[in-house]
């Protein structure tokens, strides 16, 4: 508890309020950063049953004006059928260039919390009926390319890959989930 409070103090200190250029909400009006969503589908794979399938997500995030990164927070889904994962993430984009007005290649990283729910799990090529429950938390990387079509508009392919492990309440561990996602992007 002494710990949230001394962050709390911190960053509604004098000090702090002094230097308004840090203030992302501030900066929003001012014109400093821009609100980012994107949307986007693909293919996942769960490594269990290795048996590709839709991968949807959409996220709503904050970057400067000059786009160098971005703090997003990410819904995704992943249901092959046999197993459905609803992911709720908090992510962060880092450009590789300083200069991306059109093109540019960007890495990411984040942690993510799951909600699965396993029907059936493939064990030595037969389906394993199992239709549990649960949920966990874990870290995901990836990289993508971004093309901005105008100042506002982008498209971009991602890839990431999620370790999710064994969820707590599991005997079996799912190993990592991968996506391939084609995304649509508007910055306000």
Known sequence: MKKVLFVFALVYSSAVSAQMWNNPFVGICRGEYR??????????QQQINHDDDTFVQ??????????????ELRYSNFDDGSVSVDQYGLNFKVDFT???DVQCLYWMAGW????????KVKRGGE????????????????VGYRY??????????EYNYYDVGKPVS??????????LTLNIGYRF
């Open 148 to 157: 901005n079509w105008t100042d506002s508009m982008d498209t971009s392919i």
């Open 170 to 179: 599991y005997d079996f561990d799912l190993g990592h989930l991968r996506s």
């Open 127 to 142: 389906f394993v009926f199992v239709d549990e429950r649960g949920d966990d938390n874990y870290w995901n990387a990836g």
């Open 35 to 44: 609100v980012v969503t994107n949307f986007g589908a693909g293919s996942g």
């Open 58 to 71: 959409a996220s709503v995030g904050i970057t400067p004006t000059v786009g160098v990164w971005q703090v």
């Open 112 to 119: 993510n919390y799951g909600d699965f729910d396993v029907d």
């Open 98 to 100: 300083f200069n991306c």
